[in-house]
């Protein structure tokens, strides 16, 4: 080894000890007399010292001519310090140095590369591999790391295998867009790239492995959001001879795990609730259970009273911002224009307001009287001080636009601290979901989610009734995992790609392999994937999944470091036998 100890290695201990250190400068501050280098790797920071009149003036000499991330390795003695830095774990200690060696100059970088850095999102994301020396980057990263061996541990610990299944496959038309691989071998053919190894997991159970695991990198062609990538990573799991029961279990029992490891917060058992519950009281299938404030209903205490806006809406709906009676007009005009957004499209948004001295002051005082007002009060629960926040319209219309309201409010009210973790199931999700603009129905999770039983008899008259044996796992409003039961029952699958619009020949050649291995003794099975760069953002507790990547893409999806996608060769084009459109002499 080039060095002796680490530049986070060192203590009082070691005073005394000549050592070798390898790392890279991070800063030189030189008072005249005194001059001290920064040296900094992977596991710290440590000082080295040089004093005029002690350290011998070439060696100063040659210290002057550092610059910031030069590569270094160094002699010297380990020596207490003067004025110790308690704020690192080396503050105790520096470095005499009698020996500098520069292993490799370096250009200046174009951002600081320290905690705080004056670099911009595009910069850093340029210089990935400048920004991954930067501590909190690269502790995220060492998160991961940890993430990743303590999941391999707990599945290993309960017998899961890990597989790997391919990763140029077949594409099919359910589910997101495929990113495709053209084949040279197969003119005018093309892979797919997994959006999931959903049908080989399941294949694998057909062979016997029972228990399988992959940290696996899954790819969809969607629009991006902080909280997607188009290639990302899934824990992903599949289990032989179970009910829904068994799967939440031993998956209730990983999250903890990880939380005991990571944070060392025993969970205990996780609430439960039903998707119709989850969409009733919070108007959302992911809540964010960290607070209270569930929606309450107030058809029945609203209608009839003159006031139009509510008598022609199908849903009537409100939540109580416990003590935010305070607020002032223009933070209400606020919360209206923020209701009213494009993204969010409710027409309006009625207050009223619990007074010091329990009467009620609404914005709709002429339709409703004091009494009314009271009633309202009730069903929420309010008490003096509270807000009671109300919208109205379409039912799921207006109950995804509260749940944004409700979120909002939580922000403004200090609610949702990211060190506190509501973790829950989700559970009942409906099997089907329609699409206005297919005009057919979907599968809500994939088309191999079994039914539940006592559910199947709705199959011809009520399809959208039917409830699946399908689970998502949550944390503070975040979808951490989601799975469920399979069929395994080759005239259910067929049945169900009947549902969903495939005809016979569509669902055999996209699907037939699948439901010919169900023909061969499919044991019952079921199973998650839990998104792992998700999970490692919420125990990071930062906003963006990018910042457990390595090197992730951008909004655009471009890598702008490599500069990918990028344009190929016309003989690659022609290889893989694509003609370009804009390419002339095609
Ligand atoms: N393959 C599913 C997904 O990617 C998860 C599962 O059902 O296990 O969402």
Redesign the pocket.
């Known amino acids: 080894m080039l060095r002796s100890h680490t530049c986070g290695e060192l203590r009082l201990d070691n005073v005394g000890e000549e050592v070798i250190l390898t790392g890279w400068v991070q800063r030189l501050r030189d008072k005249g007399g005194m001059l001290w280098v920064d040296m900094r790797d992977r596991y710290g920071i440590t000082q080295l010292t040089y004093e005029e009149g002690i350290t011998p003036q070439n060696l100063i000499d040659q210290a002057r001519t550092l610059g910031r991330e030069y590569v270094i390795r160094v002699v010297g003695k380990v020596v207490e310090r003067y004025s110790k830095n308690d704020k690192i774990p080396t503050g105790a200690i520096e470095i005499v140095v009698h020996k500098l060696e520069v292993l490799n100059p370096a250009k200046l970088p174009p951002f600081l590369i320290e905690d705080e850095t004056d670099g911009g999102d595009d910069l850093r994301m340029k210089y990935r591999y400048l920004d991954l020396r930067r501590t909190p980057v690269r502790r995220n990263l060492e998160l991961r790391h940890r993430m990743m061996r303590e999941t391999r541990n707990y599945l290993d610990q309960h017998y899961f295998i890990e597989v790997e299944t391919p990763v140029l496959i077949k594409s099919t038309p359910e589910g997101a867009r495929d990113f495709v691989v053209p084949s040279r071998m197969n003119p005018g053919e093309f892979y797919a790239l997994p ?4 049908t080989f ?1 399941q294949l694998l159970m057909v062979s016997g492995f029972d228990r399988y695991y992959q940290i696996v990198k ?1 790819f969809r062609d969607e629009d991006l959001r902080a909280d997607r990538q188009p290639e990302f990573t ?1 824990i ?3 289990m032989s001879f179970v009910k829904q029961e068994d799967v939440l279990n031993m998956f209730e029992g990983f999250i903890s795990y990880l939380f005991e490891k990571e944070k060392g917060i025993k969970l205990g058992k996780l609430p439960r609730m039903t998707y119709a519950d989850a969409m009733k009281y919070y108007g959302s299938d992911k809540p964010d259970t960290r607070f209270d404030m569930r929606f309450v209903e107030l058809n029945h205490l609203v209608k009839n009273k003159g006031f139009k806006v509510f008598d022609d809406a199908e849903l009537v709906v409100g939540i109580n911002a416990k003590g935010a009676a305070y607020y002032t007009r223009k933070q209400l005009d606020e919360l209206t224009d923020f209701v009213k957004r494009p993204q969010i499209g409710a027409t309006g948004l009625v207050y009223a307001r619990v007074n010091e001295d329990g009467s009620i002051k609404s914005s709709v005082d002429k339709f409703y009287s004091p009494d009314d007002l009271q009633h309202w009060g009730s069903a929420f629960h309010a008490e003096r001080g509270d807000l009671i926040l109300i919208l109205a319209g379409n039912k799921d219309k207006t109950r995804k636009a509260l749940n944004e309201l409700r979120l909002e409010m939580g922000e403004r009210l200090g609610l949702r601290d990211k060190n506190v973790y509501s973790p829950l199931w989700v559970v009942d999700f409906p099997l089907l979901e329609w699409d206005e603009d297919s005009n057919r129905w979907h599968a809500m ?2 088309p ?2 079994s039914p539940k039983p006592e559910d199947i008899e709705l199959i011809d008259d009520r399809p959208g009734d039917i409830r699946a044996n399908a689970y998502d796992m949550v944390i503070n409003g975040v979808e951490v995992g ?3 039961i399979r069929i395994h029952d080759r005239r259910l699958q067929e049945q169900m790609f009947t549902l969903l619009g495939f005809s016979h020949a569509e669902a055999e050649a996209q699907f037939g392999f699948l439901m010919n291995a169900f023909e061969y003794g499919a044991p019952p099975h079921g ?3 839990f998104g792992f760069d998700r999970l490692c953002t919420l125990f990071g507790g930062s906003e963006s999944i990018r910042d457990y990547i390595a090197f992730p893409k951008n909004n655009s999806g471009r890598d702008v470091m490599i500069d990918a996608p990028s344009p190929i060769s016309d003989t690659q084009l022609n290889e893989l036998h694509i003609r370009m459109k804009n390419i002339p002499h095609q």
């Open positions: 959006q999931s190894p959903q997991k899954c899934q992903d799991c599949e999770h994939h191999f989610t989601g799975g469920s199973g998650i994937a």
